[in-house]
């Protein structure tokens, strides 16, 4: 029934085309340099032709080689703008566009969920998807009373297609590492290995959605549908329209851009802390900006809509507050302080010996978002930042292989770096330190 490729060795080769296609395409490269063409001319045609490989292979796949793309588009920001641009165009696609399932094997995946009678359960159907992601698609519906709604179906063998994907490109990590200069490709894979069954369980990931519902009900800056109806491979959610922030991104004002990234970084921080949960996939296909009632407000009425609660992190107290304590003694300059934290919470481990002052110099520049009363998020900043990290004869990349992420950390620590991924894409002029200053437990100092 199912339309993904689904056999292992179907999809390894398609996988394993990827870096035999890039090394074919430095070698056409090479002939049109000896040709004659200018190494510039021939190097952006090299991109172009990899990102259009790339994109067209991990959409085809959708499962784990979807989802690792769209985990990649959200750090093109870290790339050198040469390369950056034609990569731009492939990946994000990714955030909201995949080859559809048939429609056949829709309605057969609806009437073995929903029964044979699927249909008087919505006085509308639309059979074309309105949206594709790494799991499933999108279709735009109207339930039976009368409400909009979006009906997520699951693509069959998901999981299988998941699993296989990931192991694949675990194997390819060495080879796509140098997509984003500073990341370890290989742990995250790893970590989305380890989350596939939460993200292919509907009834999980609708509790998450239930109650971010219920807390931000009325909410001035954030709207989360509700939840209509829930079964095995099929989702039932009210409708939300609204801007993409994909589309904000490519041909937003300057005023959208900032209050888009103001309220996503309100929603990072502010999420764990009322729910104790944190939303963790953060690419801007999960996001939408909407317009506010009245007109008169401007910008300061619109409200970010969020999307997808498939992958979520349980923080019952919300963010650790070691997190705000490190910033907050990072920022004053308490080296020693920073380091015993750090070493107490796993970060830099027993059998290493660090230097303190080291260690904060290694920081500062990452945490300037949080120094100062606003800052403004660019591709620049970060393309500095990961340079900084990914050169190999930086102090700052020596003491980067010594430190340590303990395995609790791994998923804040993507969903930080995702989140200021966007922010750059957006270039958005963000207030962060106030966000912070309410939100993050241990950020403020306590009372003396």
């Known amino acids: ?195 596939v069954s939460e993200e292919l369980d509907y009834a999980l990931e609708a509790a998450a959605q239930r109650k971010h519902a219920e807390e931000f009900a009325d909410d001035p800056d954030v709207v989360v549908p509700a ?66 009632a009245d007109e008169d407000e401007g910008l300061e009425g619109w409200r970010l809509g969020v999307l997808d609660f498939g992958t979520v992190d349980r923080l019952p107290g919300g963010l650790p507050e070691t997190i705000g304590t490190c910033l907050r003694m990072t920022l004053e300059g308490e080296a020693e302080t920073v380091y015993e934290l750090l070493r107490a919470e796993g970060f830099v481990k027993e059998s290493v010996a660090l230097d303190p002052d080291a260690v904060l110099e290694y920081l500062v520049p990452i945490i300037e978002p949080a120094e100062a009363e606003s800052f403004v998020f660019t591709r620049a900043w970060m393309r500095t930042q990961a340079a900084r990290l990914a050169d190999i004869r930086s102090p700052a990349h020596q003491l980067g292989k010594q430190l340590n992420l303990p395995p609790s950390y791994l998923l804040i620590h993507r969903v930080t770096l995702s989140t200021i991924g966007v922010l750059c894409q957006l270039n958005a002029t963000v207030r962060l330190r106030a966000e912070l200053e309410e939100w993050l437990p241990g950020f403020v100092a306590p009372p003396s």
């Open 1 to 195: 029934m199912s339309d993904l490729p689904r056999k292992a060795v179907t999809r390894t080769v398609k996988l394993a085309a990827l870096p035999l296609g890039f090394a074919g395409r430095a070698t056409w490269g090479l002939g049109k340099r000896i040709g004659g063409r200018s190494a510039e001319i021939v190097a952006g045609e090299l991109q172009q032709r990899t990102a259009e490989q790339l994109f067209k292979v991990l959409g085809e796949l959708k499962g784990g080689a979807m989802k690792f793309g769209q985990a990649l588009s959200v750090f093109e920001s870290a790339l050198p703008e040469e390369v950056a641009g034609p990569y731009r165009a492939a990946l994000t696609k990714l955030q909201d566009a995949a080859p559809p399932m048939p429609t056949r094997t829709v309605h057969a995946v609806l009437a073995e969920r929903l029964g044979q009678e699927w249909r008087e359960l919505f006085l509308e159907f639309e059979d074309k998807p309105s949206a594709a992601a790494s799991i499933g698609q999108v279709h735009r519906a109207v339930w039976h009373d009368g409400r909009e709604v979006a009906v997520k179906v699951q693509y069959p063998g998901a999981g299988e297609a998941l699993l296989s994907d990931l192991a694949q490109l675990s194997r390819f990590a060495r080879l796509l590492g140098p997509l984003i200069p500073g990341m370890d490709i290989k742990p995250l894979i790893t970590e989305m290995r380890d989350r």
């Open 227 to 292: 939840v209509v109806h829930q079964s095995e491979q099929v989702l039932v959610t009210e409708w939300m329209d609204g801007v993409p922030l994909a589309e904000v991104i490519a041909d937003g004002t300057e005023e959208q851009r900032d209050r888009a990234g103001q309220l996503l970084a309100r929603f990072l921080f502010s999420g764990p802390a009322r729910t104790g949960l944190l939303h963790a996939d953060p690419h801007p296909g999960n996001f939408r900006l909407l317009p506010g």
